[in-house]
């Protein structure tokens, strides 16, 4: 990974090399888009944007992001992390270790101390919910992975090459199409990405999983928004990625093979898309995963630690920021290859993958961040922000930190969730 110039240290502090992941993570992004002429990000709005979350005001005021049962829990060997910010995550994970339905955060607390960190794990999963033992590092992991490319391309097909003529300095992705298949942060941050470049970046939800309306807002910018599932309404999807120049996927593989949307089966049905892929866990077979979870698995949340006693986490969503713009570097690549020479191609990361690019470059001494994902930090900087109102709703976001020769200086504003027509423009 480059490194920022000397005097211009991206103000994330932490153990790990998270300021320098971030500022290179950024810059791939817009090298992809201008590879003729990349452009430094400025270090300060590259530490905004990946900690946008903590910027983002609704009508004035901070939202609070993370629910009671997204922590780390003590058990009777150890620790582990849990993530329940959607309700479904946070019912499984009550009923998972025989709790109410209304059990708050004390009595939760009392009954996984009682259990040893591999049965926490295994209830909590089998009932649907989220949760992982808080590991060491394991550096012989970490090396396996760091032997493939941390965004992996490949070709699928050989369909003829697709021209187009409508991209400007100002806007190189203009006259692409973008289906967006993702949640949460990762998936988000590639996509708004590709439509802050100029591609028209169509995002659709299934109807009974609603987003919260503080995550939408952070990372929703210039996409349009629509409610539909893919099992009721397989016609329009085909219909519309017949049309798309580029597909992101960031749903687990296996219940993407169940629906028929496998990068292999994509390609054979429409061997002209780009097709990226995003997972918590490198393999078909993987779980699922956020990246807080993530961190507490891979050893992050240990290094980090406050106290060696306790464990800590990085002073921002880093993995998924990182995995978000390395995966819109990728697609932007793969899809100026198909203009040169045709091809349908899968472009796809992993948080993993990028947790183990970050424990393999050097660290630093200084102290971790508190335990409290949540928790305010002692970095400080000048964040460039710009308000919208977002049906009828005043949003203060933090402004783009991507930037190439003619890039513009602020996003397009969310729109309302759910409140577009799943049609392309």
């Known amino acids: 990974m480059r490194q920022p110039a000397a005097g211009h240290t991206v103000p994330l502090p932490s153990r790990l090399a998270v300021g320098e992941l971030a500022w290179s993570s950024v810059l791939a992004a817009g090298a992809a888009l201008s590879p003729d002429a990349p452009t430094a990000p400025d270090p300060a709005q590259v530490a905004a944007a990946y900690r946008s979350d903590r910027h983002l005001l609704i009508d004035g005021e901070a939202p609070d992001v993370w629910s009671p049962l997204s922590r780390f829990w003590r058990v009777s060997d150890g620790w582990v992390r849990t993530h329940g910010n959607y309700p479904h995550h ?8 025989g709790a109410p339905e209304d059990a708050a955060a004390v009595d939760i607390g009392e009954r996984l101390s009682r259990m040893t960190a591999e049965a926490a794990t295994r209830m909590i999963t089998s009932a649907g919910g989220l949760c992982v033992p808080v590991r060491r590092e394991h550096p012989h992991d970490d090396a396996a992975l760091r032997r493939h490319p941390i965004v992996e391309t490949h070709r699928l097909t050989h369909s003829p090459a697709r021209r187009r003529s409508a991209a400007t300095t100002h806007a190189p992705l203009a006259g692409l199409r973008v289906l967006d298949l993702t949640r949460v942060i990762a998936g988000p941050v590639a996509t708004r990405t590709l439509a802050f470049a100029g591609a028209d970046v169509l995002r659709i939800d299934p109807l009974r999983l609603p987003e919260p309306a503080w995550q939408h807002l952070d990372v929703g910018h210039g996409k349009r928004s629509a409610l539909r599932d893919v099992d009721a309404d397989r016609p329009l999807f085909e219909s519309l990625l017949a049309d798309a120049d580029a597909v992101v996927l960031g749903y687990r593989p296996s219940g993407l093979a169940r629906l028929g949307l496998s990068p292999e089966a994509l390609a054979e049905r429409h061997p002209h898309l780009v097709i990226g892929q995003l997972s918590a866990w490198p393999g078909d077979g993987s779980p699922r995963g956020f990246d807080s979870l993530v961190q507490a698995d891979s050893g992050i949340s240990w290094i980090e630690s ?8 990085l002073p921002a969503q880093a993995l998924d920021h990182s995995a978000g713009y390395l ?12 203009g040169e020479t045709g091809g349908g191609w899968l472009v796809r990361t992993s948080l993993r993958r990028v947790a183990a690019e970050l424990l393999g470059m050097p660290r630093d001494a200084a102290p971790a961040y508190a335990a409290d994902p949540g928790s305010s930090t002692h970095a400080t900087y000048t964040a460039r922000t710009q308000e919208f109102d977002v049906g009828g709703r005043r949003v203060t976001t933090v402004a783009p930190a991507v930037r190439w020769p003619g890039s513009p200086e602020a996003f397009s504003p969310p729109r309302p969730w759910g409140g577009d027509a799943a049609e392309w423009w």
């Open 90 to 97: 946070a019912a499984a994970l009550r009923s998972g270790i």
């Open 306 to 313: 406050p106290d060696g006693a306790t464990p800590g986490a």
């Open 327 to 338: 995966l819109a570097a990728g697609i932007a690549t793969a899809l100026r290859r198909r």
